[in-house]
Protein backbone atom coordinates (compact mmCIF):
# COMPACT_ATOMS: atom_id res chain seq x y z
CA UNK A 1 0.00 0.00 0.00
CA UNK A 2 2.72 2.56 1.02
CA UNK A 3 4.65 1.82 -1.89
CA UNK A 4 1.40 2.45 -4.14
CA UNK A 5 0.89 5.48 -2.58
CA UNK A 6 4.61 6.33 -3.05
CA UNK A 7 4.12 5.63 -6.89
CA UNK A 8 1.07 7.57 -7.24
CA UNK A 9 2.84 10.61 -5.50
CA UNK A 10 5.18 10.28 -8.35
CA UNK A 11 3.49 9.85 -11.29
CA UNK A 12 0.58 13.15 -10.05
CA UNK A 13 3.76 15.66 -8.74
CA UNK A 14 3.22 17.94 -11.18
CA UNK A 15 -0.17 18.53 -10.45
CA UNK A 16 0.06 18.23 -6.78
CA UNK A 17 2.85 20.58 -6.70
CA UNK A 18 1.51 23.63 -9.15
CA UNK A 19 -2.32 23.06 -7.39
CA UNK A 20 -0.50 23.22 -3.70
CA UNK A 21 1.58 26.64 -4.88
CA UNK A 22 -1.66 27.99 -5.99
CA UNK A 23 -3.46 26.74 -2.68
CA UNK A 24 -0.36 27.81 -0.66
CA UNK A 25 0.06 31.08 -2.08
CA UNK A 26 -3.23 31.98 -1.24
CA UNK A 27 -3.10 31.08 2.42
CA UNK A 28 -0.07 32.85 2.51
CA UNK A 29 -1.33 36.17 1.03
CA UNK A 30 -4.72 35.59 3.26
CA UNK A 31 -2.79 35.26 6.47
CA UNK A 32 -0.41 37.80 6.38
CA UNK A 33 -3.08 39.77 4.95
CA UNK A 34 -4.90 39.43 8.31
CA UNK A 35 -1.96 40.66 10.22
CA UNK A 36 -1.85 43.91 7.88
CA UNK A 37 -5.05 45.01 8.51
CA UNK A 38 -4.56 43.93 12.08
CA UNK A 39 -1.46 46.21 12.31
CA UNK A 40 -2.78 49.08 9.82
CA UNK A 41 -6.06 49.21 12.06
CA UNK A 42 -4.24 50.61 14.95
CA UNK A 43 -2.02 52.84 13.15
CA UNK A 44 -4.73 54.79 11.91
CA UNK A 45 -8.14 56.35 11.67
CA UNK A 46 -11.49 54.07 10.63
CA UNK A 47 -11.67 56.58 7.73
CA UNK A 48 -8.44 55.66 6.22
CA UNK A 49 -8.86 51.85 6.65
CA UNK A 50 -12.06 52.47 4.93
CA UNK A 51 -10.93 54.64 1.86
CA UNK A 52 -7.91 52.15 1.85
CA UNK A 53 -10.00 49.13 1.68
CA UNK A 54 -12.31 50.31 -0.83
CA UNK A 55 -9.53 51.51 -2.70
CA UNK A 56 -8.16 48.15 -2.74
CA UNK A 57 -11.43 46.12 -4.24
CA UNK A 58 -11.72 48.99 -6.49
CA UNK A 59 -8.30 48.15 -8.02
CA UNK A 60 -9.39 44.16 -8.45
CA UNK A 61 -12.41 44.53 -9.90
CA UNK A 62 -10.33 47.18 -12.87
CA UNK A 63 -7.61 44.82 -12.22
CA UNK A 64 -9.07 42.37 -13.21
CA UNK A 65 -11.36 43.62 -16.24
CA UNK A 66 -7.79 44.81 -17.77
CA UNK A 67 -6.35 41.20 -18.11
CA UNK A 68 -8.84 41.13 -21.61
CA UNK A 69 -8.49 37.02 -20.90
CA UNK A 70 -4.98 37.14 -21.12
CA UNK A 71 -4.18 35.40 -18.34
CA UNK A 72 -6.25 31.96 -19.15
CA UNK A 73 -5.60 32.44 -22.73
CA UNK A 74 -1.36 31.82 -22.14
CA UNK A 75 -2.24 29.19 -19.83
CA UNK A 76 -3.22 27.51 -23.40
CA UNK A 77 -0.74 29.36 -25.81
CA UNK A 78 2.20 28.67 -23.23
CA UNK A 79 2.46 24.91 -23.35
CA UNK A 80 1.91 25.06 -27.24
CA UNK A 81 4.69 27.62 -28.33
CA UNK A 82 7.23 27.01 -25.73
CA UNK A 83 10.07 28.71 -28.05
CA UNK A 84 7.82 31.96 -27.93
CA UNK A 85 6.79 31.56 -24.52
CA UNK A 86 9.45 34.87 -23.61
CA UNK A 87 7.89 37.15 -26.23
CA UNK A 88 4.23 35.85 -25.23
CA UNK A 89 4.92 36.60 -21.92
CA UNK A 90 6.27 40.06 -22.71
CA UNK A 91 3.63 41.52 -24.84
CA UNK A 92 0.89 40.25 -22.73
CA UNK A 93 2.23 42.06 -19.70
CA UNK A 94 2.79 45.14 -21.07
CA UNK A 95 -0.24 45.37 -22.88
CA UNK A 96 -2.17 44.80 -19.37
CA UNK A 97 -0.17 46.75 -17.76
CA UNK A 98 -0.27 49.98 -19.92
CA UNK A 99 -3.95 48.74 -20.08
CA UNK A 100 -4.61 49.15 -16.21
CA UNK A 101 -2.57 51.73 -16.01
CA UNK A 102 -5.31 53.91 -18.25
CA UNK A 103 -8.08 52.07 -16.91
CA UNK A 104 -7.22 53.14 -13.11
CA UNK A 105 -6.42 56.99 -13.98
CA UNK A 106 -9.61 57.61 -15.64
CA UNK A 107 -11.49 55.68 -12.94
CA UNK A 108 -9.54 57.59 -10.24
CA UNK A 109 -10.27 60.79 -11.79
CA UNK A 110 -14.31 60.09 -12.46
CA UNK A 111 -14.64 58.32 -8.86
CA UNK A 112 -12.83 61.39 -7.26
CA UNK A 113 -15.49 63.82 -8.95
CA UNK A 114 -18.37 61.90 -8.40
CA UNK A 115 -17.92 60.39 -4.80
CA UNK A 116 -17.11 61.55 -1.59
CA UNK A 117 -15.73 58.38 -0.60
CA UNK A 118 -13.14 58.24 -3.94
CA UNK A 119 -12.53 61.81 -2.91
CA UNK A 120 -8.59 61.60 -1.99
CA UNK A 121 -8.00 59.22 -5.45
CA UNK A 122 -7.72 63.26 -6.70
CA UNK A 123 -6.63 65.24 -4.07
CA UNK A 124 -3.38 65.30 -6.54
CA UNK A 125 -1.65 64.12 -9.13
CA UNK A 126 0.69 62.09 -7.27
CA UNK A 127 -2.68 60.02 -5.57
CA UNK A 128 -4.17 59.99 -8.83
CA UNK A 129 -0.91 58.50 -10.28
CA UNK A 130 -0.62 56.14 -7.70
CA UNK A 131 -3.50 54.70 -7.78
CA UNK A 132 -3.40 53.99 -11.65
CA UNK A 133 -0.25 52.54 -11.59
CA UNK A 134 -1.32 50.02 -8.64
CA UNK A 135 -4.27 48.67 -10.89
CA UNK A 136 -1.40 48.27 -13.83
CA UNK A 137 0.76 46.47 -11.14
CA UNK A 138 -1.61 44.24 -10.02
CA UNK A 139 -2.93 43.27 -13.80
CA UNK A 140 0.34 42.66 -14.87
CA UNK A 141 0.78 40.31 -11.59
CA UNK A 142 -2.75 38.04 -12.33
CA UNK A 143 -1.50 37.50 -15.86
CA UNK A 144 1.86 36.38 -14.51
CA UNK A 145 0.70 34.05 -11.69
CA UNK A 146 -1.31 32.41 -14.31
CA UNK A 147 1.24 32.64 -16.85
CA UNK A 148 4.00 30.39 -14.44
CA UNK A 149 0.77 28.16 -13.70
CA UNK A 150 0.79 27.51 -17.78
CA UNK A 151 5.11 27.14 -18.10
CA UNK A 152 4.30 24.75 -15.01
CA UNK A 153 6.36 26.88 -12.60
CA UNK A 154 4.23 27.43 -9.62
CA UNK A 155 6.81 27.21 -7.47
CA UNK A 156 7.79 31.30 -8.78
CA UNK A 157 4.40 31.76 -8.97
CA UNK A 158 4.26 30.93 -4.49
CA UNK A 159 7.44 32.76 -3.91
CA UNK A 160 6.69 36.05 -5.99
CA UNK A 161 3.04 36.17 -3.83
CA UNK A 162 5.24 35.50 -0.20
CA UNK A 163 7.50 37.97 -1.28
CA UNK A 164 4.70 40.45 -2.03
CA UNK A 165 3.04 39.80 1.33
CA UNK A 166 6.24 40.17 3.34
CA UNK A 167 6.93 43.46 1.75
CA UNK A 168 3.50 45.12 2.15
CA UNK A 169 4.09 44.41 5.99
CA UNK A 170 7.15 46.25 5.87
CA UNK A 171 6.12 48.86 3.46
CA UNK A 172 3.10 49.12 6.64
CA UNK A 173 5.63 50.13 8.86
CA UNK A 174 6.98 53.24 7.06
CA UNK A 175 3.82 53.90 5.10
CA UNK A 176 3.86 57.74 7.10
CA UNK A 177 7.05 58.21 3.88
CA UNK A 178 4.94 58.41 1.48
CA UNK A 179 4.34 61.80 -0.33
CA UNK A 180 1.12 62.09 0.20
CA UNK A 181 -1.58 64.39 2.63
CA UNK A 182 -4.41 61.24 2.33
CA UNK A 183 -4.31 58.62 5.15
CA UNK A 184 -5.74 56.31 2.98
CA UNK A 185 -3.58 56.80 -0.08
CA UNK A 186 -0.80 55.80 2.56
CA UNK A 187 -1.95 52.98 2.96
CA UNK A 188 -2.88 52.07 -0.51
CA UNK A 189 0.38 52.79 -1.55
CA UNK A 190 2.31 50.47 0.99
CA UNK A 191 -0.15 47.55 -1.36
CA UNK A 192 1.17 49.57 -4.60
CA UNK A 193 4.84 49.40 -4.11
CA UNK A 194 4.88 45.79 -2.93
CA UNK A 195 3.51 44.69 -6.17
CA UNK A 196 5.91 46.73 -7.84
CA UNK A 197 8.64 45.45 -5.68
CA UNK A 198 8.02 41.56 -6.12
CA UNK A 199 7.69 42.16 -10.10
CA UNK A 200 11.21 44.01 -10.19
CA UNK A 201 12.40 41.35 -8.16
CA UNK A 202 10.91 38.52 -10.47
CA UNK A 203 12.58 40.46 -13.40
CA UNK A 204 15.96 40.36 -11.72
CA UNK A 205 15.59 36.95 -11.26
CA UNK A 206 15.00 35.58 -14.87
CA UNK A 207 17.35 38.29 -16.56
CA UNK A 208 20.27 36.60 -13.73
CA UNK A 209 19.28 32.77 -15.12
CA UNK A 210 22.33 31.18 -17.43
CA UNK A 211 20.17 31.27 -20.42
CA UNK A 212 19.65 34.68 -20.56
CA UNK A 213 18.67 36.22 -23.62
CA UNK A 214 17.11 39.52 -23.86
CA UNK A 215 15.70 39.23 -27.90
CA UNK A 216 13.71 35.74 -26.21
CA UNK A 217 12.07 38.11 -24.44
CA UNK A 218 11.44 40.95 -26.53
CA UNK A 219 7.72 42.02 -27.08
CA UNK A 220 6.63 41.13 -30.46
CA UNK A 221 3.05 43.16 -31.64
CA UNK A 222 2.03 41.09 -34.06
CA UNK A 223 1.22 38.31 -31.87
CA UNK A 224 -1.75 40.30 -30.62
CA UNK A 225 -3.02 39.68 -34.10
CA UNK A 226 -2.69 35.81 -33.51
CA UNK A 227 -3.89 36.26 -30.04
CA UNK A 228 -6.73 38.67 -30.03
CA UNK A 229 -9.79 37.08 -30.98
CA UNK A 230 -9.36 34.15 -28.34
CA UNK A 231 -7.89 36.53 -25.82
CA UNK A 232 -11.67 38.42 -26.12
CA UNK A 233 -13.40 34.80 -25.58
CA UNK A 234 -11.49 34.35 -22.74
CA UNK A 235 -12.12 37.48 -21.25
CA UNK A 236 -16.09 36.87 -22.02
CA UNK A 237 -15.89 33.55 -20.03
CA UNK A 238 -14.07 34.71 -17.45
CA UNK A 239 -16.80 37.55 -16.96
CA UNK A 240 -19.64 35.38 -17.36
CA UNK A 241 -18.36 32.96 -14.70
CA UNK A 242 -17.49 36.11 -12.10
CA UNK A 243 -20.51 37.82 -12.89
CA UNK A 244 -22.90 35.44 -10.81
CA UNK A 245 -20.49 35.12 -7.84
CA UNK A 246 -19.44 38.71 -7.36
CA UNK A 247 -23.71 39.89 -7.53
CA UNK A 248 -24.88 37.45 -4.76
CA UNK A 249 -23.76 39.90 -1.55
CA UNK A 250 -25.58 42.24 -3.91
CA UNK A 251 -28.67 40.00 -3.78
CA UNK A 252 -28.60 39.72 -0.37
CA UNK A 253 -28.48 42.88 0.72
CA UNK A 254 -31.20 44.38 -1.98
CA UNK A 255 -33.73 41.59 -0.53
CA UNK A 256 -33.02 40.88 2.60
CA UNK A 257 -30.80 43.72 4.87
CA UNK A 258 -26.79 44.76 5.25
CA UNK A 259 -27.20 43.08 8.60
CA UNK A 260 -27.95 39.35 7.22
CA UNK A 261 -25.52 40.34 4.19
CA UNK A 262 -23.00 40.12 6.64
CA UNK A 263 -23.78 36.64 7.97
CA UNK A 264 -23.96 36.24 4.12
CA UNK A 265 -20.29 37.39 3.34
CA UNK A 266 -18.52 35.58 6.31
CA UNK A 267 -19.71 32.63 5.70
CA UNK A 268 -19.49 33.09 1.79
CA UNK A 269 -15.51 33.62 2.48
CA UNK A 270 -14.80 30.67 4.88
CA UNK A 271 -16.86 28.45 2.05
CA UNK A 272 -14.34 30.29 -0.26
CA UNK A 273 -11.12 28.87 1.09
CA UNK A 274 -13.22 25.20 0.34
CA UNK A 275 -13.56 25.96 -3.82
CA UNK A 276 -10.26 27.13 -4.24
CA UNK A 277 -9.52 23.12 -3.93
CA UNK A 278 -10.95 22.67 -7.50
CA UNK A 279 -10.19 25.72 -9.12
CA UNK A 280 -6.47 25.10 -8.55
CA UNK A 281 -6.76 21.60 -9.24
CA UNK A 282 -8.56 22.32 -12.93
CA UNK A 283 -6.00 25.62 -13.57
CA UNK A 284 -3.24 23.21 -13.34
CA UNK A 285 -4.90 20.41 -15.78
CA UNK A 286 -5.46 22.91 -18.25
CA UNK A 287 -1.94 24.13 -17.93
CA UNK A 288 -0.49 20.34 -18.06
CA UNK A 289 -2.90 18.83 -21.14
CA UNK A 290 -3.49 22.35 -23.04
CA UNK A 291 -0.41 21.16 -25.75
CA UNK A 292 -0.73 17.29 -25.00
CA UNK A 293 -4.37 16.31 -24.67
CA UNK A 294 -2.87 12.33 -24.93
CA UNK A 295 -2.70 12.45 -21.19
CA UNK A 296 -6.02 14.34 -20.21
CA UNK A 297 -8.40 11.44 -19.29
CA UNK A 298 -5.90 9.73 -16.63
CA UNK A 299 -4.56 13.32 -14.83
CA UNK A 300 -8.65 14.20 -15.07
CA UNK A 301 -8.99 11.43 -13.13
CA UNK A 302 -6.77 12.50 -10.90
CA UNK A 303 -7.77 16.14 -10.13
CA UNK A 304 -11.44 14.90 -9.88
CA UNK A 305 -10.81 12.89 -6.93
CA UNK A 306 -8.57 14.78 -5.29
CA UNK A 307 -11.21 17.37 -5.09
CA UNK A 308 -13.80 15.34 -4.42
CA UNK A 309 -12.00 13.52 -1.18
CA UNK A 310 -11.18 17.22 -0.12
CA UNK A 311 -14.55 18.45 -0.76
CA UNK A 312 -16.22 15.26 1.67
CA UNK A 313 -13.64 15.82 4.11
CA UNK A 314 -13.71 19.78 4.70
CA UNK A 315 -17.69 19.03 4.58
CA UNK A 316 -17.81 15.98 7.11
CA UNK A 317 -15.53 19.39 9.47
CA UNK A 318 -18.15 22.07 8.82
CA UNK A 319 -21.00 20.02 9.39
CA UNK A 320 -19.62 19.19 13.12
CA UNK A 321 -17.65 22.60 13.74
CA UNK A 322 -19.02 25.69 11.35
CA UNK A 323 -20.60 27.32 14.65
CA UNK A 324 -17.02 27.20 16.24
CA UNK A 325 -15.70 28.66 13.05
CA UNK A 326 -17.87 31.08 12.71
CA UNK A 327 -17.71 32.03 16.34
CA UNK A 328 -14.24 33.75 16.00
CA UNK A 329 -16.05 36.92 14.23
CA UNK A 330 -18.71 36.65 17.42
CA UNK A 331 -21.41 34.62 18.75
CA UNK A 332 -24.38 36.25 16.03
CA UNK A 333 -22.48 34.80 13.21
CA UNK A 334 -22.22 31.21 15.18
CA UNK A 335 -26.18 31.24 15.61
CA UNK A 336 -27.39 33.48 12.30
CA UNK A 337 -24.78 31.87 9.76
CA UNK A 338 -24.09 28.20 10.58
CA UNK A 339 -26.37 26.50 8.62
CA UNK A 340 -26.29 28.77 5.57
CA UNK A 341 -22.37 27.91 5.86
CA UNK A 342 -23.07 24.06 6.01
CA UNK A 343 -25.28 24.44 2.73
CA UNK A 344 -23.08 26.54 0.92
CA UNK A 345 -19.96 23.84 1.46
CA UNK A 346 -21.82 21.31 -0.27
CA UNK A 347 -21.42 23.32 -3.44
CA UNK A 348 -17.60 22.17 -3.71
CA UNK A 349 -19.33 18.40 -4.81
CA UNK A 350 -21.31 19.94 -8.04
CA UNK A 351 -18.14 22.74 -8.36
CA UNK A 352 -15.87 20.51 -8.86
CA UNK A 353 -17.90 18.78 -12.02
CA UNK A 354 -18.42 22.48 -13.41
CA UNK A 355 -15.30 23.81 -13.12
CA UNK A 356 -13.54 20.42 -14.66
CA UNK A 357 -16.11 21.40 -17.64
CA UNK A 358 -14.92 24.24 -18.07
CA UNK A 359 -11.08 23.38 -18.02
CA UNK A 360 -11.67 20.81 -20.61
CA UNK A 361 -13.58 23.52 -23.22
CA UNK A 362 -10.31 25.54 -22.52
CA UNK A 363 -8.05 22.59 -23.57
CA UNK A 364 -10.16 21.46 -26.64
CA UNK A 365 -9.98 25.29 -27.85
CA UNK A 366 -14.35 25.42 -27.41
CA UNK A 367 -14.39 28.42 -25.64
CA UNK A 368 -18.10 29.77 -26.79
CA UNK A 369 -19.51 26.10 -25.68
CA UNK A 370 -18.56 27.09 -22.83
CA UNK A 371 -19.52 30.75 -22.30
CA UNK A 372 -22.81 29.57 -24.06
CA UNK A 373 -23.86 27.35 -21.06
CA UNK A 374 -22.80 29.65 -19.03
CA UNK A 375 -24.84 32.35 -19.46
CA UNK A 376 -28.00 30.31 -18.94
CA UNK A 377 -26.40 28.92 -15.98
CA UNK A 378 -25.34 32.28 -14.23
CA UNK A 379 -28.98 33.46 -15.05
CA UNK A 380 -30.50 30.40 -12.90
CA UNK A 381 -28.20 30.59 -10.61
CA UNK A 382 -29.10 34.16 -9.44
CA UNK A 383 -32.67 33.60 -10.33
CA UNK A 384 -32.77 30.33 -7.82
CA UNK A 385 -30.67 32.77 -5.18
CA UNK A 386 -33.49 35.14 -5.52
CA UNK A 387 -36.32 32.96 -5.28
CA UNK A 388 -34.84 31.47 -2.19
CA UNK A 389 -34.40 34.51 -0.40
CA UNK A 390 -37.57 35.65 -0.99
CA UNK A 391 -39.07 32.34 0.07
CA UNK A 392 -36.99 31.32 3.00
CA UNK A 393 -34.64 34.79 3.83
CA UNK A 394 -30.87 33.80 3.86
CA UNK A 395 -30.88 29.71 3.84
CA UNK A 396 -33.28 29.60 1.05
CA UNK A 397 -30.95 31.88 -0.66
CA UNK A 398 -27.78 29.44 -0.24
CA UNK A 399 -30.32 26.72 -1.00
CA UNK A 400 -31.04 27.95 -4.42
CA UNK A 401 -27.81 28.63 -5.11
CA UNK A 402 -26.46 25.66 -4.33
CA UNK A 403 -29.02 23.49 -6.23
CA UNK A 404 -28.56 25.65 -9.59
CA UNK A 405 -24.98 24.67 -9.75
CA UNK A 406 -26.31 21.12 -9.12
CA UNK A 407 -28.58 21.10 -12.21
CA UNK A 408 -25.94 23.00 -14.16
CA UNK A 409 -23.30 20.17 -13.26
CA UNK A 410 -26.03 17.36 -14.48
CA UNK A 411 -25.82 18.61 -17.93
CA UNK A 412 -22.43 19.28 -17.80
CA UNK A 413 -21.63 16.08 -16.64
CA UNK A 414 -21.97 13.62 -19.94
CA UNK A 415 -19.07 15.99 -21.16
CA UNK A 416 -16.43 15.45 -18.26
CA UNK A 417 -17.74 11.67 -17.93
CA UNK A 418 -16.38 11.35 -21.81
CA UNK A 419 -13.32 12.44 -21.17
CA UNK A 420 -12.69 10.40 -18.01
CA UNK A 421 -13.82 6.97 -19.54
CA UNK A 422 -13.13 7.30 -23.29
CA UNK A 423 -15.68 4.73 -25.02
CA UNK A 424 -13.51 2.39 -26.39
CA UNK A 425 -9.94 2.66 -26.72
CA UNK A 426 -9.00 3.99 -30.56
CA UNK A 427 -6.18 1.82 -30.63
CA UNK A 428 -7.70 -1.31 -28.85
CA UNK A 429 -7.29 -3.33 -32.30
CA UNK A 430 -3.77 -3.05 -33.15
CA UNK A 431 -2.68 -3.56 -29.51
CA UNK A 432 -2.04 -7.29 -29.84
CA UNK A 433 0.73 -5.99 -32.50
CA UNK A 434 2.69 -4.97 -29.63
CA UNK A 435 3.61 -8.53 -28.00
CA UNK A 436 5.70 -10.94 -28.52
CA UNK A 437 4.46 -12.70 -31.80
CA UNK A 438 4.77 -16.68 -31.65
CA UNK A 439 6.76 -17.99 -34.56
CA UNK A 440 4.06 -19.73 -36.45
CA UNK A 441 1.51 -16.84 -36.11
CA UNK A 442 4.53 -14.60 -37.92
CA UNK A 443 2.53 -14.35 -41.37
CA UNK A 444 -0.94 -13.13 -39.49
CA UNK A 445 0.36 -9.88 -39.32
CA UNK A 446 -1.45 -8.72 -42.12
CA UNK A 447 -4.72 -9.88 -41.06
CA UNK A 448 -4.74 -7.39 -38.04
CA UNK A 449 -7.32 -4.91 -38.90
CA UNK A 450 -6.43 -1.59 -39.22
CA UNK A 451 -8.92 1.73 -39.00
CA UNK A 452 -10.81 2.49 -41.57
CA UNK A 453 -9.34 5.17 -44.29
CA UNK A 454 -11.98 7.62 -45.22
CA UNK A 455 -10.13 10.17 -47.64
CA UNK A 456 -6.65 10.21 -49.37
CA UNK A 457 -5.96 13.69 -47.63
CA UNK A 458 -5.84 11.83 -44.21
CA UNK A 459 -2.70 9.41 -45.67
CA UNK A 460 -0.48 11.78 -44.22
CA UNK A 461 -2.05 11.27 -40.93
CA UNK A 462 -0.48 8.03 -39.75
CA UNK A 463 1.29 6.73 -37.23
CA UNK A 464 4.35 4.09 -36.75
CA UNK A 465 3.40 1.38 -34.81
CA UNK A 466 6.57 -1.05 -33.66
CA UNK A 467 6.33 -4.71 -33.76
CA UNK A 468 8.39 -6.89 -31.99
CA UNK A 469 11.49 -8.03 -33.51
CA UNK A 470 11.73 -11.32 -34.47
CA UNK A 471 14.31 -13.79 -33.61
CA UNK A 472 17.45 -13.52 -35.32
CA UNK A 473 17.83 -16.20 -38.22
CA UNK A 474 13.98 -17.16 -37.68
CA UNK A 475 12.26 -18.24 -41.00
CA UNK A 476 8.48 -18.90 -41.60
CA UNK A 477 9.67 -21.82 -43.17
CA UNK A 478 12.20 -23.07 -40.60
CA UNK A 479 15.05 -22.05 -43.06
CA UNK A 480 16.53 -19.49 -40.41
CA UNK A 481 17.62 -17.51 -42.71
CA UNK A 482 19.67 -15.03 -40.95
CA UNK A 483 19.12 -12.02 -43.05
CA UNK A 484 16.06 -11.87 -41.34
CA UNK A 485 16.82 -9.25 -38.68
CA UNK A 486 15.14 -6.14 -38.73
CA UNK A 487 11.58 -5.49 -36.84
CA UNK A 488 8.35 -4.95 -38.36
CA UNK A 489 6.19 -2.33 -38.39
CA UNK A 490 3.09 -0.96 -40.68
CA UNK A 491 1.50 2.50 -40.47
CA UNK A 492 -1.73 3.11 -39.12
CA UNK A 493 -3.90 5.67 -40.29
CA UNK A 494 -5.55 8.13 -37.51
CA UNK A 495 -9.17 9.43 -39.10
CA UNK A 496 -8.88 13.05 -38.61
CA UNK A 497 -11.15 13.40 -35.96
CA UNK A 498 -9.91 16.11 -33.37
CA UNK A 499 -12.05 13.67 -30.47
CA UNK A 500 -9.48 10.72 -31.10
CA UNK A 501 -6.72 10.38 -29.00
CA UNK A 502 -3.94 7.59 -28.01
CA UNK A 503 -6.66 6.77 -25.12
CA UNK A 504 -9.70 6.72 -27.14
CA UNK A 505 -12.69 8.57 -28.27
CA UNK A 506 -13.15 12.13 -26.17
Not at 116 to 129: C, E, K, M, R
Not at 130 to 137: E, H, L, M, S
Not at 274 to 303: M, S
Not at 330 to 340: D, L, P, R, T
Request: proline residues 5%.
Amino acid sequence: MLKFFIHWLKANSVILLNASSLIGATAITSGLGFIYWWIAARQFPPEAIGMASASISAVMLLGTMSMFGLGTLLITELPRNPREAGSIMSTALLVVGLLGTLVGGVFALIASHSSAGFQPLGASPIDTLTFAVGVGFFAVTLVLDQALIGLLRGGLQFWRNTIFAILKLAALLVAYLWPSHQPGMKIYATWMVSSGLSLALFAVNVVLKKNWRSKNYWPRWQILRKLGLPAIQHHMLNLTLLAPTQLLPIVVTFMLSARMNAWFYVAWMIASVLFIVPGALTTVLHAINAAQQTTLARKARVTIGIALLVALLANLVILIGAQQILGIFGKEYANEAAWCLRILALTAFPLTIKNHYISICRIQDRIMTAMIAMIPGGLLELGAAALGAYTYGLLGLSLGWVLAIGVESVFMLPTVYKVIRPAQPYLARVQSAKTIIQPGNVWKVETIPLPRMDTLESLWLTKTVPLPVMPRGYSKDAGHSNDVRHSLSFRVNLVADPNVTEEGVV
